[in-house]
């Protein structure tokens, strides 16, 4: 003896388990979107590399501000402030120049915390003085200009699923002595 299964029934078995895979989800994945959304005040940044005299000169870090958002990855989470894993601890950052001329990479700490629909500001070292003190850019102090991409690239991880993220930009530093005022 043959059973026979409406076609009807079927399809809705398939559709219904479907969805139901679908909706699941992993508890260890990243529910947020890290974002840069401003950095230096969109400028680029004007490396210093030498101040004042000859017989006195200073030399200086240069520093931006930059912003971060974090934004849920699916706007039917609720990811309220306080819930679950709504806290992503924005660990580290490194910095890495492309141009004409090789820049050593740049990198740092940060342990800033970003919740999710939020935004944090806090500055970043870019060009610590120690590097301007080194070729290629110690040689700018009798002239020239060194135009370079600065690739920032930000990591840190969700509170509460310790899961890693991370998020890239860019933005152009120019180092060159530039007239004193």
């Given at each position: 003896m043959r059973i026979r299964v409406p076609l009807a029934l079927v399809?809705?078995?398939?559709?219904?388990?479907?969805?139901i895979v679908a909706?699941?989800?992993?508890?260890?994945?990243?529910?947020s979107v890290l974002q840069v959304t401003e950095i230096n005040g969109n400028q680029p940044l004007s490396s210093d590399v030498a101040e004042g005299p000859d017989s006195s000169i200073t030399i200086r870090e240069d520093a931006i501000v930059i912003t971060v958002?974090?934004?849920?990855?699916?706007?039917?989470?609720n990811l309220a402030?306080?819930?679950?894993f709504s806290v992503i601890t924005l660990e580290s950052y490194e910095i890495r120049f492309e141009g004409d001329e090789s820049i050593p990479p740049v990198s740092g700490a940060l342990g800033w915390t970003v919740e999710s629909g939020k935004?944090?500001?806090?500055s970043l070292v870019v060009v610590p003085a120690s590097?301007?003190?080194q070729a290629p850019l110690i040689s700018l102090r009798r002239g020239g200009e060194i135009?370079?991409?600065?690739?920032?690239?930000?990591?840190?991880?969700e509170a509460t699923s310790g899961s890693k993220v991370k998020v890239e930009a860019s933005f152009p530093v120019n180092f060159a002595n530039w007239a004193d005022q």
């Amino acid at each position: 003896m043959r059973i026979r299964v409406p076609l009807a029934l079927v399809v809705f078995t398939v559709v219904l388990l479907g969805g139901i895979v679908a909706g699941c989800s992993d508890d260890a994945a990243v529910r947020s979107v890290l974002q840069v959304t401003e950095i230096n005040g969109n400028q680029p940044l004007s490396s210093d590399v030498a101040e004042g005299p000859d017989s006195s000169i200073t030399i200086r870090e240069d520093a931006i501000v930059i912003t971060v958002s974090n934004t849920p990855h699916d706007a039917v989470l609720n990811l309220a402030s306080g819930k679950p894993f709504s806290v992503i601890t924005l660990e580290s950052y490194e910095i890495r120049f492309e141009g004409d001329e090789s820049i050593p990479p740049v990198s740092g700490a940060l342990g800033w915390t970003v919740e999710s629909g939020k935004t944090v500001e806090g500055s970043l070292v870019v060009v610590p003085a120690s590097l301007k003190v080194q070729a290629p850019l110690i040689s700018l102090r009798r002239g020239g200009e060194i135009q370079t991409t600065a690739w920032l690239t930000i990591t840190g991880r969700e509170a509460t699923s310790g899961s890693k993220v991370k998020v890239e930009a860019s933005f152009p530093v120019n180092f060159a002595n530039w007239a004193d005022q």
